[in-house]
């Protein structure tokens, strides 16, 4: 059967929302929406060159999808990302193999040196990421708490001195802080890219206005006044919660703060009726995966992070 590779038309609500459903059937432990698809592609920063591509039989039925673009926010440059999907009652048709080829070509056009892809700990996965030249690297868990049947830890009665817990859209009309927090997270969040948030604009357009942040289930902890930890919550908008970032800035860190803005996080959405809970952690990041055992989260799936050195031939070519 042909399969034929084209971008995603953004202004096309059904291709939008078979993109979605893709994504939804080869990774069901992620949140995705069609808003989330659509701001993806349109919100990207024009540093990134991100694309979208679509995997299309001749008959327009869409079978795989992939996300491609250049890491800007690396500390080293000429590095590019790539994940491709395609849908599991779809395989075989070669569209996987499709989508990577686009990929690649379109990261190397665009000067990357190295394409780094998220691949899923399963044997056909490994097998597809190593006969095109993929070698691994890092791994993370991915983990699923049920909100319907988890008996959350309780909520402290009181506070320690001097610790206030806000939501996120306290800080509407000045967002800065949570900004500082972020960016001195992420410099210490482990990872084979890495990444250096220093551009507050870019994080306005591109973090703060996401479509899939919640800004009310999202927790922020406050010492004598100061940001110093949040808990930040994506939504599809329906019943699944993600958690997708928690971190403290390092003077505050040892004190349970970021433990305590996630529990209050989780409470508020299983109050909101949300019955689905995901998060993920580097599988060497003990610290937060132990964190996210006392909420009862189980690991649902692992990937590794794998890459390639782009101008290179696939073993299999």
């Known amino acids: 059967m042909t399969v034929l590779i084209r971008d995603l038309r953004p202004g096309d609500p059904r291709d939008v929302e078979s993109v979605v459903r893709v994504r939804?059937?080869?990774l069901p432990f992620l949140i995705t929406s069609v808003r989330d698809v659509a701001f993806e592609l349109t919100g990207a920063h024009p540093a990134r060159h991100h694309r979208v591509l679509?995997?299309?039989?001749?008959?327009?039925e869409v079978v795989g999808t992939a996300q491609v673009g250049i890491?800007?926010?690396?500390?080293?440059?000429g590095q590019g990302y790539l994940n491709a999907y395609v849908h599991p009652a779809r395989r075989g048709l070669g569209a996987g193999r499709l989508l990577l080829r686009a990929a690649e070509e379109h990261l190397a056009a665009r000067g990357a040196t190295d394409a780094y892809a998220w691949v899923l700990d399963e044997a056909a996965h490994r097998a597809f990421a190593e006969r095109h030249g993929y070698r691994p690297g890092r791994s993370a868990h991915l983990l699923r708490l049920d909100l319907t049947a988890a008996a959350l830890p309780a909520l402290p009665e009181v506070l320690p001195p001097g610790v206030e817990l806000r939501p996120a859209a306290a800080f509407a009309a000045d967002p800065r802080p949570l900004f500082a927090v972020d960016a001195e997270s992420t410099t210490d969040e482990p990872g084979d890219l890495g990444a250096e948030l220093d551009d507050y604009e870019d994080w306005l357009a591109h973090v703060w206005h996401h479509p899939t942040l919640d800004k009310e289930l999202?927790?922020?902890?406050?010492?004598?006044?100061?940001?110093?930890a949040f808990s930040a919550a994506r939504t599809d908008g329906a019943t699944r919660y993600g958690s997708a970032m928690t971190g403290t800035l390092r003077a505050f860190r040892g004190r349970g703060l970021a433990k305590l803005a996630k529990n209050t996080s989780l409470h508020r959405a299983r109050a909101a009726g949300f019955t689905e809970a995901f998060t993920g952690n580097d599988s060497g990041n003990e610290p937060m995966?132990?964190?996210?055992?006392?909420?009862?989260?189980?690991i649902c799936a692992t990937e590794t992070h794998c890459t390639r050195e782009l101008g290179t031939r696939w073993p299999s070519s």
């Open 24 to 26: 939804r059937a080869a």
């Open 54 to 60: 679509v995997a299309e039989t001749a008959d327009g």
């Open 71 to 77: 890491a800007h926010d690396s500390p080293r440059p």
């Open 218 to 228: 999202t927790t922020v902890a406050l010492v004598d006044g100061q940001a110093v």
């Open 289 to 298: 995966l132990a964190i996210n055992r006392w909420f009862g989260y189980e």
